[in-house]
């Protein structure tokens, strides 16, 4: 969490490694920045190598527009953040 932000809905996502290997690329976000969507790339998944993974500034649970960022991510950069 940054600051003395409550739990949100979307922690969860932020704390997994895959949230905080992407994180640490966007480099300084917001407060209220939060990661909401992650998907493996790729035709069979269970092969995949890297993600897909979504965030943004959130007010509430309404998405601010304009602040979306997106970055792959791969597996070996996951494992550093399990």
């Excluded at 190598?49 to 597996?75: H, L």
């Amino acid at each position: 969490m940054r600051k003395n932000e409550p739990a949100t809905f979307y922690d969860a996502m932020d704390k997994c490694s895959y949230g905080r290997a992407a994180l640490q690329k966007f480099g300084a976000v917001p407060d209220g920045f939060h990661i909401f969507r992650a998907e493996w790339l790729g035709e069979h998944p269970e092969y995949s190598d890297r993600m897909k993974v979504t965030g943004a500034e959130f007010k509430g649970r309404r998405r601010v527009p304009g602040t979306t960022m997106t970055t792959i991510v791969t597996r070996e950069e996951m494992a550093k953040h399990a």
